[in-house]
């Protein structure tokens, strides 16, 4: 990869406030039934455990998309063209992301966005190490709401957006068109998405991916309340709960719960929850889409799929969109 103009790893906006998770929290928890943001798994520990399912077995997602961006880069790179600036919705560990910078001519910059602003600075300087060359400028964002992308010295003839690991399951379907929407705003014309997309498949392979025989996703799934309590000293007994996930067939997605093991309630600065015995606290919707109905919603949302590569047993797909 040829790189450009290197501005170092320099992190924009702030991270998203305890006071904006307090307030997300409480309406969440006063909902029927409760709920709690997805987006909110990912603190320092929940950043570690979902590195871990990456690489569990049970996880097909992880390890067939990185084969699917290997075996087809070429092609990929071809698209996105000399001097593009880079943009990653939710960069985690920039593992995928490395495949792209290594076979990218003579890339603009790369625009790292995550919530996490730790972790997001500490790969954004391990991958400064490995570009040296490359104008990096990291962004402390929701990515599901508006930000704005930094300025960056280089010419940038067009802007393509990555985001991989079926995220935009995690969206609901109106969420899902409007953030698609918005990502088409921000590349601009001539822009373009490179997206992964989990496909419809058989319910066991699907439930196994989300219940691992070690337990990780449900750690990972449980440290939610670790994360409350360290926020906000609310005391809950994470014994008291236990994780919950399923294929909601008729939904066309899996569910992730936390389960309320016994009457209790949850004090959180000054508002109390009551949880009934077998309550369920909402942490996770994971949409899958047939290739046909993610080819609408992209079309709803100002998107055309321009090509399409999946693996042999049809698990997932990576898909290269551009803005109408």
């Known amino acids: ?164 690991g079926s995220t935009i399951g995690n969206l609901e379907p109106a969420e899902a068109e409007d953030f698609l929407r918005r990502a088409a705003l921000l590349c601009g014309a001539g822009g373009g998405l490179l997206i992964g997309v989990d496909l419809k498949k058989d319910s066991p392979t699907l439930e196994r991916a989300y219940n691992d025989a070690l337990g990780v996703t449900a750690a990972f799934n449980l440290n939610l309340l670790g994360r409350i309590n360290r926020l906000f000293g609310a005391g809950i007994r994470s014994e008291k709960f236990k994780h919950h996930a399923f294929y909601n067939e008729e939904c066309g997605r899996i569910e992730m719960h936390l389960v309320s093991l016994v009457q209790q309630t949850v004090q959180l600065n000054g508002l109390t929850f009551f949880l009934g015995e077998g309550e369920h606290i909402v942490t996770e919707h994971s949409y899958k889409y047939s290739a046909e109905e993610f080819a609408q919603l992209a079309e709803r949302s100002g998107w055309i799929v321009k090509r399409l590569w999946t693996d042999p047993a049809n698990l997932f797909s990576v898909q290269y969109l551009a803005v109408e």
Request: aromatic share 10%.
């Open 1 to 164: 990869m040829k790189g450009r103009n290197h501005a170092g790893p320099v992190p924009h906006d702030l991270e998203p406030s305890a006071a904006a998770f307090f307030d997300e929290l409480s309406r969440g928890l006063s909902r029927h039934p409760k709920s709690i943001a997805p987006k909110f798994f990912y603190d320092e520990i929940g950043c570690r455990l979902f590195e871990e399912i990456c690489g569990l077995d049970e996880y097909y997602l992880t390890r067939t998309e990185m084969r699917i961006l290997r075996e087809k880069v070429s092609e990929i790179c071809a698209l996105f063209g000399p001097e593009c600036r880079l943009v990653e919705f939710g960069s985690g560990s920039n593992a995928k992301t490395r495949i792209l910078l290594d076979h990218l001519r003579a890339p603009a910059a790369y625009v790292p966005i995550d919530i996490a602003r730790a972790h997001l600075l500490r790969s954004s300087a391990r991958l400064a190490l490995v570009y040296p060359e490359l104008c990096i400028t990291p962004v402390c964002a929701d990515f599901t709401a508006p930000f704005t992308l930094p300025e960056i010295p280089s010419t940038v003839r067009r802007t393509v957006a990555f985001f991989p």
